[in-house]
């Protein structure tokens, strides 16, 4: 698992103004948590965690916090959670959580496909991918960048459960086993191009009929009762 080192500094001044100001000079607020202990409130570098987050890990990675102002004045942590302006998409706040590199803890890695199923190249099947991401439990040293599965021999039909995955030794797969990852489906059937020219043609058909029906009907109501024969007097 690849690690990295954050610079951080101690903060001791919150609330939204405080942020916003921060993140006008290109800091971001954070908090660092740990179990039964209080937030350590912190300031890290826009430009400093967006070079983090483009590690091979992306946001898996394990952080060496080098904190300066406060007590502790290094912490191992992975992210919490980002929070992120939704239209620049700019980092506003990060929650790490604080972590012994001895105890494990529950994570969420990335699921890939590698090459292309024989039901989508030669039966023309729709490759469908339903699970993109894989709970699991295992030291922080043992987490994966990702798991990768090979979907070439994969036919039309067939599919990749959770018990498929090639997951290494070490890490607790924590999803139901028997829940779908990967599927090949069938190409989507088109209707035949005589169907469509049959049901064109019945309409002018049904439409003919209609008018000649109408045209008995009107030649009927045009034509004139008999005379009576006058009476004898």
């Avoid at 105890?103 to 991918?129: N, Q």
């Avoid at 018990?163 to 489906?185: Q, S, Y």
């Avoid at 043609?201 to 030649?219: D, N, W, Y």
């Amino acid at each position: 698992m690849e690690k990295v080192i954050l610079k951080a500094q101690d903060r001791t001044d919150t609330g939204k103004r405080v942020a916003k100001n921060l993140r006008a000079k290109g800091v971001v607020p954070a908090n660092v948590y740990k179990s039964g202990e209080g937030a350590q409130s912190l300031q890290i570098s826009e430009r400093d965690f967006d070079e983090v987050l483009n590690t091979k890990a992306g946001e898996n990675v394990i952080i060496t916090l080098n904190i300066t102002g406060g007590k502790t004045k290094e912490k191992t942590v992975v992210i919490k959670e980002i929070q992120r302006d939704p239209i620049k998409s700019r980092v506003l706040h990060v929650d790490f959580n604080e972590i012994s590199l001895t105890e494990e803890l529950e994570v969420s890695v990335p699921i890939t496909a590698r090459g292309e199923a024989v039901g989508v190249k030669a039966e023309g099947g729709i490759l469908e991918h339903v699970m993109w991401e894989l709970q699991i439990e295992c030291l922080p040293t043992m987490i994966p960048e990702k798991i990768e599965v090979d979907i070439s021999a994969l036919k039309v039909g067939s599919s990749v459960f959770v018990k498929d995955l090639p997951v290494p030794a070490g890490i607790k797969v924590l999803n139901d086993p028997e829940l779908i990852v990967m599927t090949i489906k069938a190409p989507k059937a088109e209707a035949p191009a005589a169907e469509a020219v049959e049901e064109g043609a019945a309409e002018p058909e049904l439409i003919r009929k209609k008018k000649e029906e109408e045209a008995e009907e009107g030649g009927e109501a045009g034509k004139e009762a008999p005379k009576e024969a006058p009476k004898a007097k």
